[in-house]
């Protein structure tokens, strides 16, 4: 399988989503070790609507801090570089998410919501693994679905076919998506990401969270990003098509040094509460 054939088919489409180019610009100044608070302020205040957007969800209950904060450098020193990047990115995939209609199967609130839940599983889970930033995890977390916007969006009779088949041969909605073909909304992901030039580790996230073997995988991202998704299906904020969630991989479990009735007992609590998060975001951005 060749991600060149689904850049192709995507090539071919009218209005592929894109990254604003004032946030891809953020995002690689985030990435970047020598990046000032100075660098990032100017960058942000170039674009109007992404300053109002960062003042607004930092002035909110999401972050409930106790006085108001009035300038984007306020905002970046104390949110940090990493969150900005995450409350700009999270504000351009909500744009993202808003433009495409829906379908019969699956709503836009649905996928916001279980995307930024996920974001916050894998970030916390990311927390206890050696060796990964939190917020590369809650990046590769908030973006593992994006290709399922492109599939309802562009490909409505393709995505009616798979959920036929699914209900013909009582399998999970993405066993079914692989059988039809593969143009999946996973790696049609993994291809947007690159797309976009975001790091490695978070477009095979994308493109491998469903199904992957251990010898394949380069970044303990995608195991990350999969147990998130898995404990989200798990604990029911999970979209329509993927409530009956496939086999978790075991292997997942290999990331961390500590066993994995510990690390699910902590995440015990984890989707409820951030549900009610990922809604406040919404209703701001």
């Known amino acids: 399988m060749d991600d060149r054939t689904t850049a192709q088919l995507l090539a071919q489409l009218d209005a592929v989503p894109s990254l604003p180019e004032s946030v891809s610009e953020i995002v690689s100044l985030v990435n970047k070790p020598e990046c000032s608070v100075q660098e990032l302020t100017e960058s942000i205040k170039k674009d109007i609507g992404l300053t109002a957007k960062l003042l607004h969800v930092a002035n909110s209950a999401y972050y409930s801090f106790a006085h108001r904060i009035g300038t984007v450098q306020l905002a970046v020193s104390l ?5 900005v990047r995450n409350v700009v990115l999270s504000a351009s995939i909500v744009g993202m998410f808003k433009s495409f209609k829906g379908s019969p199967f699956l709503s836009f609130r649905e996928l916001w ?23 590369e995890a809650f990046v590769a977390g908030l973006l593992h679905d994006v290709g399922m916007v492109i599939l309802i969006d562009k490909f409505p009779e393709q995505l009616k076919a798979i959920v036929a088949l699914a209900t013909t041969e009582k399998v999970p909605f993405v066993e079914a998506e692989g059988r039809y073909w593969e143009h999946t909304h996973a790696r049609i992901g993994g291809v947007l990401a690159r797309k976009w030039k975001l790091p490695k580790g978070v477009a095979e996230a994308a493109d491998l969270h469903h199904f992957f073997s251990p010898k394949g995988v380069t970044s303990k991202l995608t195991p990350v990003v999969h147990l998130a998704d898995s404990i989200c299906i798990e604990h029911g904020s999970a979209y329509r098509l993927e409530r009956e969630a496939v086999d978790e991989n075991v292997q997942s479990w290999n990331v961390f040094d500590e066993n994995q009735e510990a690390v699910r007992a902590s995440l015990s609590e984890l989707v409820k509460k951030d549900e009610q998060k990922a809604q406040i975001l919404l209703d701001i951005l």
């Open 79 to 83: 949110l940090g570089m990493n969150e």
């Open 113 to 135: 919501v279980h995307s930024a839940n996920c974001a916050v599983a894998a970030r916390t889970i990311a927390s206890r693994v050696a060796d990964l930033s939190p917020e």
